[in-house]
């Protein structure tokens, strides 16, 4: 998916404002995963970058991550923070009832959403909109941030729904100028 080298790529966004990387190697086999968690850790080392793992604790337990970003189909959230507390956990919410299994499971985050369409996933639980996100952000002690189908030109959409951050994926690994694109979604996630 990425348009560029990953060196190439992993400078220009954070050189662009990015401030977490998440390995998300849907479908590769965990070998490869690891590889590639280790160059993404020596690319952001010295940097003010969190690196997340995404749905793999073993991994992120391996390549000495920082954090792991659970959901549904991972394992239990409240049995990976029970076994590895020295992780920061993110948790992907898509409903009230997953924002009680954040913040009951000790999640230190929510991903929310998806807060759009996207085709970065197969099994896409429902897209919850705006409203959706409100709903979940207005009831959540957890810092939360907007998942699925972000980009620079619906960011504005997201504006005033007590969000932290959003997360991007294809925005910006599809595209052609990472730095710019970078650059300019941070702007806007800083006016969130």
Same mark, same amino acid.
């Given at each position: 998916?990425?348009?560029?080298?990953?060196?190439?790529? *992993?400078? $220009? /966004?954070?050189?662009? %404002?990015?401030? &977490?990387?998440? =390995?998300?190697? !849907?479908?590769?086999?965990?070998? +490869?995963?690891?590889?590639?968690?280790?160059?993404?850790?020596?690319?952001?080392?010295?940097?003010?970058?969190?690196?997340?793992?995404?749905?793999? *604790?073993? $991994? /992120?337990?391996?390549? %000495?991550?920082? &954090?792991?970003? =659970?959901?549904? !189909?991972?394992?239990?959230?409240? +049995?990976?923070?029970?076994?590895?507390?020295?992780?920061?956990?993110?948790?992907?919410?898509?409903?009230?009832?997953?924002?009680?299994?954040?913040?009951?499971?000790? /999640?230190?985050?929510? %991903?929310?959403?998806?807060?759009?369409?996207?085709?970065?996933?197969?099994?896409?639980?429902?897209?919850?909109?705006?409203?959706?996100?409100?709903?979940?952000?207005?009831?959540?002690?957890?810092?939360?941030?907007?998942?699925?189908?972000?980009?620079?030109?619906?960011?504005?959409?997201?504006?005033?729904?007590?969000?932290?951050?959003?997360?991007?994926?294809?925005?910006?690994?599809?595209?052609?100028?990472?730095?710019?694109?970078?650059?300019?979604?941070?702007?806007?996630?800083?006016?969130?």
């Amino acid at each position: 998916m990425l348009q560029m080298p990953l060196d190439e790529f *992993i400078q $220009a /966004a954070v050189e662009g %404002g990015v401030t &977490a990387i998440q =390995l998300r190697n !849907k479908g590769k086999d965990i070998r +490869s995963s690891i590889i590639t968690g280790y160059r993404i850790m020596e690319l952001i080392e010295g940097k003010d970058i969190l690196f997340v793992v995404n749905d793999r *604790i073993d $991994a /992120a337990f391996t390549l %000495g991550a920082e &954090a792991v970003h =659970l959901g549904i !189909k991972d394992i239990p959230l409240a +049995s990976a923070v029970d076994t590895w507390a020295e992780m920061v956990y993110g948790y992907s919410c898509n409903s009230l009832e997953d924002l009680e299994t954040a913040v009951n499971g000790g /999640a230190s985050y929510i %991903g929310v959403g998806p807060a759009f369409h996207t085709d970065t996933k197969k099994d896409l639980r429902p897209v919850i909109g705006t409203e959706g996100i409100r709903l979940i952000t207005e009831r959540s002690p957890l810092p939360a941030i907007a998942i699925g189908g972000i980009k620079a030109s619906n960011m504005k959409n997201l504006k005033g729904l007590g969000l932290s951050g959003v997360a991007v994926s294809s925005a910006l690994c599809a595209s052609g100028d990472p730095y710019c694109d970078a650059k300019l979604m941070r702007e806007l996630a800083e006016e969130l």
